[in-house]
Structures are given as C-alpha cells and as structure tokens.
C-alpha cells in the first residue's frame, strides 16, 4: 500500500483549487475570459479529484477487515483527537459518488452567469467538506466536516437561487443548524466518557443503558433531518426549489446521503444497543415517509418539487433498509442511496435544461415535447424508469433488497412499504405523460432546443452507472457488502450481549 496521504490529497485537492481561484483569477480580467478560466479550472479540479478517487479502486481490498488507506496522526492529544482518516467499502462508495457527481454538476453550473468565480469556490469547498465526511474516523473532525458543508450550500441557495431562495436558505440552514447541536454536545458526552474521538474504538459497546439512548437520540436529531426522515422533512422542497441546477444536484445527490452514512457509521456502529430499541420507531416513521412523499408528490404542479418529494419517499427506503436489521436491508440502503445518488441528479438536470429555457416549472405549461426535443425525451425516460424501480436499471435492485429486509423484519411493514413502489409508478409516469406527450399547443416550446453537447455529456455520464449497477449490481455490492456484513454482525453480537 501506497505510504502517500492519498485520502488527504483528494479530499483537500478541490480546497486547494478553489484558493487558486481566490488568489489568482482576478477582478481586472475581461470578464468572458476570466468566466471560461474559472470554469476550466473547476472542472480541472473536479475531474483530477475524480480521477483520484478511482485510483483507490485498484488498491482497495473490500475483504480486509477494518479501514484501509489509513492516517492517523495526533491533532490534540490532551483532548483524545487526532487526525484520523480511513476508508472501508461503505466510505469508499460515497467517497468516489461525490468525486463522481460533482465534475457534471460543475459542467450543470455553467448556466450560472453572475458571480461565477464565487460559485465556483463555494462548489469546490463543498466537495472537501463532503469526502472528509465520508473518510474521517475522529469523531470531532466528522462533526467538522459533516456540519461546515452547511455553509457553502447555504451560500449557494441564498446568493444563487430564485425569488425565495433567502427564506429557503435560512430554513435549510437552521433546520439542519438545529440538529447539529445536539450532535455536538453528544460528541462532547462520547469524548469525555472514553477519552478518545476515535470511531474505531468506540465500536466496542462502550456505550450502554440509558447514555446510549440519550446518545442515540442526540446522533439522530442531526441524521433525521438531513436524511431527510418524515416529519423533518419540510426544509427540503424550499431549498430545492429555490436552489441552482447544479446546487439541488448536489443537494439530493450527496448531501442528503450524509444523513443515512451516519446512521450506519455512527448509529448502527458504535450505538448498536439504542439502535435495536429505537428500531421501530424509525421503520414506523420510514413507512410514512415511504408512503406521505410519494403522495405528496402525486399533488405537485411545480417540477422540482415533485423530484424533491420523490427524495422523501426513496430515501424512506434507505432507513427502512438499515434499521430492519438485516444484511439485506443494509446492502439495500447502500444500493439506493448509490442509485438516487444518480437519478435523483439527474432528474433536476432535467428540470434544469426547461427551466434555462422556458423559465418555468409549472408541469401545466409543458405538453407534447417528445416530438420537439426527442433526445431530451429519451433521457427524461430513461431516468423516469430508473426512478420507478424498473429492472435492468439501478432503483430496481435496491428498493428489491430493502423491501426483503423488510419483509424479514415484519411483513406487514414490507406490504406498506411497497405501495411506495406503486404510487411511485403513477407519479413519475404520470408527469412524463403530461410532459411529452399530447399536443404541441404552446407557442414558445415550438422552438425549444435539444439537449447541447454539454448537457448531452452530463446526461450520458449519469446513465452508463444507472444501467451498470441494474445489469451487474455484484460489481457495486462487491465494493460494500462485506464491509456491510461485517458491520451488521458486530451491531448484532453487541446489541444482544447489551440486552441480554
């Protein structure tokens, strides 16, 4: 194994470019030049990074037990922290979905025109902010991370989203800021109680009884509502709406993917016993978020919010999976936050590329558009299809594996659970009816244009994953599953020595 700092280098190689933008791109440049070095240098960046992250592949060994890549190196030794970072096949996946979605949410981000250095900075810093939280083992560095991509999202939406972006800004922020805290003073209890803010050795059951609930209640306030779980939700369809194309990219893409890592990483890992009685009450609210999202969704007359509330309804199978106790369940988790991790992506592309031209998302004012922008079309089915589950595509597998978990938890649950799939069917099948087909009456669609080359890129980039993990999931459950498995079975032994 390589002796190079190889998670340091890519999770602080885009921080390090968007210090290059700030010192060196400056004000005085004409202004069209400036915008495509600015552009070029990010996308650089981004894909350096990418290519990073896939250069871990190669090395990795997903049947090792324990992290890999690993350093560790005393930050404050008094205090028990250190900077300690590593990697398993669980942190691994999302390390290289991020690198992975962020050079097509820069190439989303070229349809921002003002303030684009700024944009670009706050893109890049988002990235280091995200891989650390996938690769940090020192809980105090975890908070830092998982909590500081607040603010260059929170700049995103506030400074670069629509005519309400400022109110949806302060909802995502103080929601999310709310959570947060109680997260920090548990860390604080967690720290004191070992004397270490190594995750590694708190996967021990040092924490039992009545701290572990405490703990796992505090923990769980922060990761409910940046899942988002039902009825912690509602911050979700505002920042959504009102935030830039490659901002909701990211938003539904990534961020919301930090929420169900940290129930695995830190709920099911090192709190197992509270986990086990909490259980129930997480399934029970994974259900109705399962079944209220999509509902919800059925309702919307506004694009993007009718993605947003499908995010709900799928991310309800991500806690349904990890909390039904079953390896299953787990591995089901993972392949649906892998697969909405991409489609959910792709999905506001799409109501990005209408949305540049048309200005609107009002569905109403869309009809027929299969005959005007045909390639446009077949790249809204394809995800549409994903979107709903169909086998040969990347929702199917996951959403399968979570509802068996499911249904080795209780089948009653499993029964409810799958009206998801249903209602799933009817409202994203039932918005691209109203979309492409029937008449061509509105005058200004008459000259819409087909997807440009760039979109094309970002569109193709997104779909080859999509069919790869429906046609060969083996190849992404190779990667995690083990990982998964070990993990599951560590929760087990500890929780049932706890309760026993």
Not at 279 to 303: C, E, F
Not at 451 to 467: Q, S, Y
């Amino acid at each position: 194994m390589s002796s190079l700092p190889l998670l340091s280098l890519i999770t602080f190689l885009p921080l390090a470019g968007a210090l290059g933008l700030f010192a060196f791109v400056r004000g005085d440049d004409a202004r069209a030049r400036r915008v495509g070095i600015v552009r070029g240098l990010t996308l650089g960046t981004t894909l350096l990074t990418l290519a990073g992250s896939l250069a871990l592949l190669p090395g990795f060994d997903p049947a090792a037990p324990g992290f890999q890549f690993v350093e560790n190196v005393p930050w404050i030794p008094r205090l028990g922290l250190a900077y300690h970072r590593g990697v398993d096949g669980i942190g691994l996946a999302f390390l290289v979905l991020t690198a992975f979605l962020t050079p097509l949410s820069v190439l989303a981000g070229f349809s921002v025109k003002t303030r684009v250095k700024e944009f670009m900075i706050a893109l890049l810093v988002l990235e280091t902010l995200m891989l650390g939280t996938f690769s940090t083992l020192d809980l105090a560095l975890f908070y830092v991370f998982f909590e500081g991509g607040l603010i260059p999202m929170f700049l995103m939406i506030g400074i670069w989203g629509g005519e309400g972006r400022r109110a949806a800004a302060f909802k995502f922020f103080l929601y999310t800021f709310a959570g947060s805290v109680l997260m920090l003073v548990a860390i604080i209890a967690m720290v004191a109680h070992t004397g270490t803010a190594d995750m590694t050795q708190m996967t021990g059951g040092v924490f039992a009884g009545d701290l572990a609930l405490v703990l796992w209640l505090a923990f769980f306030a922060s990761f409910a509502v940046k899942t988002p779980l039902w009825p912690f939700h509602t911050w979700l369809p505002y920042a959504h709406v009102e935030a830039p194309t490659a901002g909701s990219m990211i938003l539904a893409g990534v961020l919301l993917k930090m929420g169900g890592y940290g129930f695995i990483r830190i709920s099911l890992q090192i709190l197992p016993s509270a986990s086990e009685v909490f259980a129930p009450l997480v399934i029970g609210l994974s259900v109705i978020a399962i079944i209220y999202g999509s509902l919800v969704a059925l309702a919307q007359t506004d694009l993007k919010r009718l993605v947003a509330y499908s995010s709900v309804a799928h991310m309800g199978y991500v806690t349904l999976g990890i909390f039904s106790g079953t390896a299953q369940g787990l591995e089901g988790a993972m392949m649906v936050m892998l697969s909405h991790g991409l489609v959910s992506a792709a999905l506001f592309a799409c109501v990005g590329v209408v949305y540049d031209r048309v200005h609107t998302r009002e569905i109403a004012r869309f009809g027929g558009l299969a005959s005007r922008v045909p390639r446009y079309a077949a790249v809204f089915m394809v995800f549409t299809l994903a979107a709903v589950g169909l086998p040969g595509l990347s929702g199917f597998v996951g959403e399968f594996l979570s509802l068996q978990g499911a249904y080795l938890y209780n089948p009653l649950v499993a029964a409810l659970a799958s009206l998801g799939v249903i209602l799933g069917a009817v409202y994203m099948l039932g918005l691209y009816r109203r979309m492409f087909y029937g008449p061509l009456e509105k005058k200004d669609l008459m000259t819409l244009r087909d997807l440009t080359v760039r979109e094309g890129v970002v569109f193709g980039a997104l779909a080859v994953p999509t069919v790869w993990m429906g046609l060969f999931p083996a190849h992404f459950l190779a990667v995690f599953a083990p990982a998964t498995d070990r993990l599951l079975n560590v929760s087990q032994t500890l929780a049932a020595g706890s309760i026993g």
